[in-house]
């Protein structure tokens, strides 16, 4: 059964905090995707990468930064978490033959 | 520029009834579209997709209809059941033979089925 999993539902961090979220998939998948989520915005593509050590931005890259040193992880870092980061962070991976994405259950990241 | 539109942000629809999300798009280099359905607190799952060269898929109780050349798509859910309830988003991307980039999505829709 697939699965992707994230390392926290919940998170509270202060301003000007380096924040990791880490991501794990099971499905030997190459494509791995990080979203955020905000109301009335949908789905948002901050970085993407189809490959170990390969990254790429996506729409809204600007105050994250991504890592990707083994096939399964995807990491998203905050450099110096903003209140405007507030949001729900979604991960992703994709199966190449369907283009099905697989989401984890999401992490809910609050600044203050 | 939003390259994927759901210009309903709610719909209502009784039980039993056929419930119909429609989805815009921009962008004619989309060739792949997908519907994912998401409850609060969770992942979006995956429900349904549909490639460019069709115009028409099924899997049970939904169906995704694509027109190119109005470069609209829609969901049908008959019958509408309580447990569909949600809010769903329409998503399209290109594939390129190094791998996909991502997926754009619309703003989604709230469906309600009501009893």
């Known amino acids: 059964d697939v699965k992707v999993t994230q390392s926290s539902r919940y998170l509270v961090k202060r301003t000007g905090e380096k924040v990791f979220l880490e991501c794990v998939q099971d499905?030997?998948?190459?494509?791995m995707f990080w979203y955020r989520q905000d109301p009335g915005l949908g789905l948002r593509l901050i970085y993407f990468?189809?490959?170990?050590?390969?990254?790429e931005k996506g729409d809204i890259p600007e105050g994250y930064s991504v890592s990707r040193e083994k096939k399964e992880r995807f990491s998203l870092i905050l450099e110096s978490a903003s209140t405007n980061q507030t949001s729900m962070y979604l991960c992703?991976?994709?199966?190449?033959?369907?283009?099905?994405?697989?989401f984890g259950p999401g992490t809910r990241l609050t600044v203050t | 520029d939003q390259q994927v539109k759901q210009n309903s942000p709610s719909l209502s629809v009784q039980e039993g009834r056929i419930s119909i999300l429609n989805c815009d798009y921009t962008?004619?280099?989309?060739?792949?579209f997908l519907w994912y359905k998401k409850y609060p607190a969770e992942g979006p799952t995956f429900l349904i997709s549909?490639?460019?060269?069709?115009d028409k898929n099924e899997d049970g109780r939904f169906t995704v209809f694509l027109n190119k050349s109005a470069k609209h798509l829609s969901l049908h859910i008959v019958p509408s059941q309580p447990g569909d309830s949600a809010v769903y988003f329409c998503?399209?991307?290109?594939?390129?033979?190094?791998?996909?980039?991502?997926?754009?999505f619309g703003k989604g829709t709230h469906l309600i089925i009501q009893p």
């Open positions: 992703a991976s994709l199966q190449l033959n369907s283009y099905e994405q697989y």
């Open positions: 499905m030997d998948h190459e494509n």
């Open positions: 990468s189809y490959d170990v050590k390969m990254k």
């Open positions: 962008n004619s280099m989309f060739d792949y």
């Open positions: 549909i490639s460019s060269i069709k």
């Open positions: 998503a399209a991307m290109v594939y390129s033979g190094g791998g996909a980039d991502g997926l754009t």
